[in-house]
């Protein structure tokens, strides 16, 4: 059925979206990958491959950005205003991503943007505009979605706008006033998709602090009216949030509607609470989000939305990325774990029962979020000559759209994955649980170990610590069970502790290796109780190693210490141990199912892939 290369794209497929829950790294021969190519789920909507571009003014709600030219004149790269038309290299990247449809102008960006600012001729201002706009979306062979202001003028602006967009310009003048299509090119653009605000709940971030779920949905009822009157084929969405603001906006609106707007950002926390975490939890719990988000949000806001409608309604994820709104130590919004998470977003975004009319990454170039940055420092491609070609790189996510477009078909097939993974049903509350502890500080805790290692001698190893590097140099000792490097901690009795850090080997030899071991130290002879990480052993780069103990109703100190268990006989090689941390765990029915699974199980992960229909890749 399947011809040879088409084969391989399914297998870059299956190993693009294969476990992305693996609590530990699990090498490709414990792996089981089937593809039915006989089973196909359903088309896939290729819609869900959009993205931002944005062109709003961002000291309108930025304070002292500094951008005032860069997104309303230079649309963040996209358009060059000095010859009035898109630049070159970012359009073909933004073909390279096949990206569908674009959303304008862009995020909170939009709570002050009066679109009549951003038409005609002789503005001084807002030179990437609304025609502007639509000419990079034609050129970048995407339909277009506009966002329109929510806190900045009334339903007949937003009804002057529909005209201006889409009626012809033969003097019907549908809305009255004005002609406003006979302001506009020749022909009219016919733009399908509308927004009424961007997360409005928030306010604009000026003096409206908060809106309503009331407020919203009768002010959002008469934009609807009003710009359905004007070409009632157009597509209107409403601003959905959280399962009570749902309820009570779609209680009024009830069937005025043709879709419904969602953002997703996978993150524990915002902001700096970020750099105090660990990121190996940053995205333990950031991959899990999208599951519940397949698993649970998304069929029950389907099952809302038909419930209030009277008919199924599609949603539009128009913002979606990796939650990562920080700089230290490195911005994760723009590393490969990110694009993971957008890879798992798109897998959801692509079943055909979730009803993705779109989905659009957030955003595609320069900016804090762009997938793609211009050469040079970070304004740079305002100062750019563009009668000169400009270079641009392409950050981690791009690779994902890239993949997508290149490599990928139109019909998605069922496959089995059978890999190290946690099945997330029932272990959903947990991971609520902890977003909700991590946000509120509860888990964010200080390392519990302080100071440096206490080493005793043993013939034949010598040990040091240089730089929080704990160096332990292997010569054949008479004995190899090593022991010798110690830290103590103050613990409580009953609680759950989890021990992490980094090792690293060179030229270690022995089947049995090193590791990180945590001991109650009373009465051990007797009564032992202890927890080890994985073994490291040979030669290697730095490795994460994790382990979770339970202390007892009387323990009040443990021991930590690099060890390597074994018996009598040689033993040669480096061990080195860095980043050595004991933090209380948050909950023990998480602990041994979801991150650390000391007893793992292999589960089967049921996922759509994607293959072609008809057509060939080189």
Aim: aromatic share 12%; glycine share 10%; proline share 5%.
């Amino acid at each position: 059925m399947l011809i040879t290369v088409k084969k391989i794209n399914l297998m870059l497929s299956a190993i693009l979206l294969l476990g992305f829950f693996n609590v530990e790294f699990v090498y490709g021969s414990n792996n089981v990958i089937t593809v039915y190519a006989d089973r196909e789920i359903g088309r896939i909507n290729k819609n869900v491959f959009g993205n931002n571009f944005i062109g709003y003014d961002p000291p309108t709600y930025e304070k002292g950005s500094g951008e005032y030219y860069g997104y309303s004149d230079y649309g963040a790269g996209a358009w060059d205003p000095e010859q009035d038309k898109p630049v070159k290299e970012v359009m073909d990247l933004s073909k390279q991503a096949g990206i569908t449809i674009l959303r304008f102008p862009g995020g909170c960006g939009t709570h002050f943007y009066n679109w009549k600012d951003a038409v005609g001729e002789g503005r001084k201002r807002f030179l990437y505009g609304v025609e502007e706009f639509l000419t990079t979306a034609r050129e970048a062979g995407a339909e277009a979605v506009i966002t329109v202001s929510y806190f900045t003028g009334n339903e007949e602006d937003a009804a002057d706008l529909v005209e201006y967009l889409n009626a012809a310009d033969n003097g019907s003048n549908p809305n009255g006033g004005t002609d406003l299509s006979a302001e506009r090119a020749k022909n009219p653009n016919k733009v399908k998709f509308f927004e009424i605000g961007n997360e409005v709940w928030h306010g604009n971030h000026r003096d409206i602090k908060k809106v309503l779920p009331e407020e919203y949905a009768k002010r959002y009822l008469k934009y609807y009216e009003a710009m359905k009157a004007v070409d009632p084929s157009i597509k209107i969405g409403v601003v959905l949030h959280t399962a009570d603001w749902n309820r009570r906006v779609l209680g009024i609106v009830k069937g005025r509607l043709d879709f419904g707007i969602i953002h997703t950002y996978p993150t524990p926390v915002w902001g700096k609470k970020l750099e105090r975490m660990r990121p190996e939890r940053i995205f333990s719990v950031s991959l899990a989000i999208p599951v519940l988000k397949d698993r649970f949000d998304f069929p029950q806001t389907l099952k809302l939305l038909k419930e209030k409608s009277g008919r199924d309604i599609p949603l539009a994820i128009t913002e979606y990325n990796g939650g990562f709104v920080q700089k230290k130590p490195v911005p994760y919004r723009h590393s490969l774990g990110t694009a993971l998470i957008n890879a798992e977003l798109l897998r959801i975004f692509m079943k055909p029962g979730h009803n993705v009319i779109m989905a659009n990454y957030w955003q595609f170039s320069n900016s804090y979020w762009g997938m793609i940055k211009s050469e040079g420092e970070r304004l740079y491609f305002m100062k750019h000559d563009y009668r000169n070609p400009i270079t641009y790189e392409k950050r981690p996510n791009f690779y994902v759209y890239e993949l997508y477009n290149k490599h990928f078909g139109d019909i998605l097939i069922d496959a089995d994955v059978k890999t190290g993974s946690y099945e997330i049903g029932k272990y959903e509350p947990y991971i609520r649980m902890l977003v909700k502890r991590i946000k509120s500080g509860a888990i964010i805790k200080k390392n519990l170990l302080s100071g440096k290692w206490k080493i005793r001698e043993f013939p034949g190893v010598y040990a040091k610590e240089k730089d929080g590097v704990l160096e332990i140099d292997f010569k054949n000792p008479e004995e190899f069970n090593y022991y010798h490097s110690i830290k103590r901690a103050k613990v409580e009795p009953d609680t759950y502790y989890r021990l992490s850090g980094y090792i690293r080997t060179e030229g270690l030899t022995g089947k049995k290796g090193v590791c990180l071991e945590i001991l109650d130290n009373r009465n051990r002879a007797k009564n032992p109780s202890t927890a080890v990480t994985k073994e490291i052993t040979g030669t290697g780069e730095w490795q994460y190693v994790e382990t979770v103990y339970e202390t007892s109703s009387n323990t009040r100190y443990v021991i930590i210490r690099g060890r390597r268990i074994g018996v009598q006989g040689p033993l040669k090689g480096k061990a080195f141990f860095k980043d050595v941390k004991l933090e209380k765990h948050p909950c023990p029915g998480y602990t041994h199912t979801v991150f650390i699974c000391k007893r793992r199980h292999e589960q089967g992960w049921r996922q759509g892939l994607s293959h072609g229909n008809k057509q060939k890749h080189g």
